[in-house]
């Protein structure tokens, strides 16, 4: 009885083991693309960040829930106010349906409803898009590697942001852009023809004027196909250098412990951002810089922090090392309360020792914009003047500096909160037109003496 009854279960063991042999022998195209899928999938850090930029509710945030799943507007004072306020973060694939040249976000084909092959893993940096936040906006133009400008079909273009937008994306060196004309369930074939025209008429005399425009729908789910195979096409994934220094650019730092947590479980503060060069890896110590302020005899300084990586995270899942492209986050032993809020947004990751030098005064090589951009009525630009407050963007950070020297090959500002980088990077000024901070051009840091 016991003998027979081992035989009974080890008869449909042999059987499965000789079928699978079989199988793996007479694979068919359809599972090897399913082999090939699952094995890139295991590579799960996103190979580059793509930013949507724009005009205020031309639809980027329904953007990115399409491409992701994900619906980056989590702020309170973003649902409050139905606009994107802080750099909004989100992954998404890009998979090929090689049967029916078919692109889509999924894993499986609509069109045949067979596995498709897994091509990159990219990031959507969600830029806020609303004038008063241009900050921000400029703040996440220094981590990414190309963008896609969302302009709506049913309103004119431009519109005051799309122009400051792409100007910005001039200025931040961002060459792959694509331009996005949302909307077009919204007006008929007509409208969006003409729309077209106009956004043509706007790229015509930018660097941008042989940029693809793709018409979409975000909310209907038309086109998205034909932008993905376009994003693959026209936005390549930059070739990364990895045994330069490494150097991570900090664009959020927060608490994720639940309020009420006992101080036993308490878990350290987190990084968000992107590296620009190098790796970093699980157990590495780190410097930041500029820091944290802290106030010594009535006076603000800012001191640089040393921690300790204990964990990475990149495409939703934990790795041991983290690479150039994608967005990611670095778990620290940090004090959680030192970096909740923001706190650290614009500082530099670096190894100890290693990191660019951190300024308080800078000097620029400036160049200015012959107009203002992101005002409805043409305003020139005028020279910089002894005491004026400008708005100053430098990878991820942001600053206000007060004019010293207005000289145009060597303009002196004193900064409010310092900076943390190179002789020779590129700064983006903006300055008060009326009661809003607007983009007039940028300047080259100098070295200091």
């Not at 295991?42 to 190979?47: D, G, L, N, S, Y």
């Amino acid at each position: 009885m016991v003998a027979k009854k081992k035989t009974s279960e080890n008869e449909p063991k042999k059987k499965s083991t000789k079928k699978t042999t079989m199988k793996a022998e007479t694979a068919t195209k359809t599972e090897k693309t399913e082999i090939a899928a699952k094995t890139q999938h295991e590579f799960t850090q996103p190979e580059l960040n793509i930013a949507l930029v724009g005009h205020v509710d031309h639809g980027k945030t329904t953007l990115t829930e399409r491409l992701s799943g994900k619906w980056t507007d989590t702020h309170s004072e973003e649902l409050k106010r139905g606009i994107t306020i802080r750099l909004g973060y989100a992954d998404f694939s890009i998979y090929h349906d090689e049967e029916n040249d078919f692109y889509t976000t999924k894993e499986k084909s609509i069109k045949s409803n067979k596995p498709a092959t897994v091509l990159r893993k990219i990031s959507l940096v969600d830029a806020p898009g609303h004038e008063s936040l241009m900050a921000t906006m400029l703040s996440g133009a220094a981590i990414v590697d190309g963008a896609l400008l969302l302009v709506a079909a049913n309103e004119k273009c431009p519109q005051p942001q799309t122009k400051e937008h792409l100007v910005a994306l001039h200025i931040s060196g961002i060459k792959k852009v694509i331009i996005v004309q949302n909307k077009i369930d919204l007006v008929s074939h007509e409208e969006a023809l003409q729309n077209y025209q106009q956004i043509k008429q706007f790229l015509a005399p930018t660097e941008y004027k042989d940029a693809p425009i793709i018409p979409i729908s975000a909310r209907a789910n038309v086109n998205i196909d034909m932008l993905l195979k376009t994003i693959q096409e026209h936005i390549p994934t930059p070739s990364r250098d990895v045994t330069k220094e490494p150097l991570m650019l900090v664009a959020r730092s927060f608490d994720i412990n639940k309020p009420g947590t006992i101080p036993a479980n308490l878990q350290g503060g987190v990084l968000g951002g992107t590296v620009k060069q190098g790796k970093f890896g699980i157990g590495q110590e780190v410097e930041i810089c500029p820091g944290y302020m802290v106030e010594e005899k009535n006076k603000k300084i800012w001191k640089p922090l040393t921690t300790k990586i204990i964990n990475i995270f990149s495409g939703g899942e934990s790795v041991q090392e983290i690479f150039p492209g994608g967005s990611m986050a670095l778990g620290t032993t940090l004090d959680p309360a030192i970096i909740r809020s923001d706190a650290l947004t614009g500082s530099i990751v670096g190894l100890p020792g290693k990191l660019p030098p951190v300024h308080y005064q800078i000097s620029l090589e400036t160049h200015l914009l012959e107009r203002v951009v992101g005002t409805k009525e043409e305003v020139d630009v005028k020279p910089l003047a002894k005491s004026e407050t400008l708005m100053l963007n430098v990878n991820s950070a942001a600053t206000v500096g007060v004019v010293v020297d207005p000289s145009k090959k060597n303009t002196t500002c004193l900064l409010k909160k310092p900076i943390c980088a190179n002789p020779g990077d590129r700064i983006t000024i903006s300055r008060r037109v009326g009661d809003r901070f607007r983009l007039i051009g940028y300047g080259i840091l100098k070295e200091t003496k």
